[in-house]
């Protein structure tokens, strides 16, 4: 082989390595069973380098998600029923778990709002206030999906009137796996359009257990929230309209620390006003000591709501019985709660022909 050859088949060789390197995850589907009213359920699972990911149709829902520790060894690191009819009855798994999160995430006070002088009811299925959407919120519709390069777009169209909002809302999740700075990540991209005023705020409920066994409990979690303030809320998780510091509260995560170093009786449940920031910067991490995982939380959203119960565990909603609080904690990329009910919070109202559009990004690297 002459040297002209050789530059040759090196070049080959280089370019095959880099199209290798920049190859498309691998999206494969099953079917996983039906609704008590017959209709069909199908799972995704997306794997690309270092990740895998299991989505359900059901709720727009991510069933496990799959990274390696500090030792190379993969295990789920999202809480989540065995099958469908786990979450269908709420067993197995806790509420919400993995579920994409609408018409509007977290709480509305008093089951109201009022929009362009409109009174509109949702239903009261949290107590006097609506959580997550009402009774029948997103994450109980089957979404219709379709695989794309690097993992898959769920789809839904909300009526007029579903849930008692306004306008009839078109919503899609789309879920892909990548390599940010060699690292495996999963983005989770929400857009929506609507032919009336009405109000949105979408999330996913993924519950984050960082070891290899879901009983062991994350208050030893070392976690960092990039947050001065936060939303304070009255006994029912309602905010009282401010925005106090966590300076000197168990809500100041500045500084990174463990999750239970200074935890309220009932756990966390509650929206961080996180500081201005930059999408390629992260608002939040947790690592987990023993296993060496860690997350990162990039997002565009102004709100940041972290869920990591006590027992008791807090009231439960209607769509499920009362359960032992999961050993998890949540990283729920928002708008804050009652929003539509708060003059002073960013606002969660979507006007005709201004589509919404929203990216949060988890990112898992290993500590040693």
């Known amino acids: 082989m002459n040297f002209r050859h050789f530059v040759l088949a090196f070049c080959v060789l280089l ?34 380098k270092n990740i895998e990911v299991k989505i359900a149709t059901y709720g727009a829902r991510i069933v496990s998600l799959s990274v390696p520790d500090k030792d190379g060894k993969m295990s789920n690191v999202v809480l989540g029923a065995p099958d469908l009819q786990g979450y269908i009855r709420g067993a197995g798994a806790p509420p919400y778990a993995g579920a994409s999160i609408g018409r509007f995430a977290n709480r509305i006070a008093g089951g109201q ?19 997550h959407g009402g009774n029948m919120g997103f994450d109980r519709k089957i979404w219709s999906a379709k695989p794309t390069k690097d993992g898959v777009l769920m789809s839904l169209t909300s009526p007029d009137g579903d849930m008692g909002f ?37 999330t996913n409920h993924s519950y984050f257990n960082l070891s290899n066994d879901p009983a062991i409990p994350v208050w030893d979690d070392i976690a ?78 102004p709100g940041l709501q972290v869920y990591a119960p006590k027992n008791p565990p807090p009231p439960p909603n209607s769509n499920f019985r009362p359960r032992p609080a999961p050993n998890a904690f949540t990283l729920e990329t928002q708008h804050f709660p009652d929003s539509p009910n708060q003059p002073g919070f960013p606002t969660t109202t979507l006007e005709p022909g201004k589509p919404f559009h929203s990216t949060t990004t988890f990112v898992f690297t290993v500590k040693r």
Not at 16 to 42: N, Q
């Open 15 to 48: 370019i095959a390595g880099c199209a290798s390197s920049l190859a498309a995850a691998t999206v494969t589907s099953e079917p996983w069973g039906k609704t008590p009213g017959g209709d069909a359920v199908d799972l995704y699972t997306v794997k690309d």
């Open 113 to 131: 709002f009022t929009l362009n002088g409109k009174i509109y009811s949702t239903p009261k299925n949290n107590g006097a206030n609506t959580l």
């Open 166 to 202: 306004p306008g009839n809302l078109t919503v899609s999740v789309d879920f892909a796996v990548k390599q940010q700075h060699g690292s495996p990540a999963l983005s989770i991209t929400y857009t929506a359009s609507t032919d009336k005023p009405t109000v949105i705020n979408f």
């Open 224 to 301: 960092r929230i990039d947050a001065d303030k936060y939303t304070p809320v009255n006994a029912s998780s309602i905010p009282t309209g401010t925005n106090d510091s966590v300076e000197g509260t168990a809500f100041d995560f500045r500084s990174a620390h463990a999750i239970g170093k200074s935890v309220p009786e009932r756990g966390y449940d509650n929206n961080w006003v996180l500081n201005p920031h930059k999408v390629s910067t992260p608002v939040a991490e947790v690592s987990d000591p023993n296993t060496g995982r860690d997350v990162e939380v990039f997002t565009d959203q």
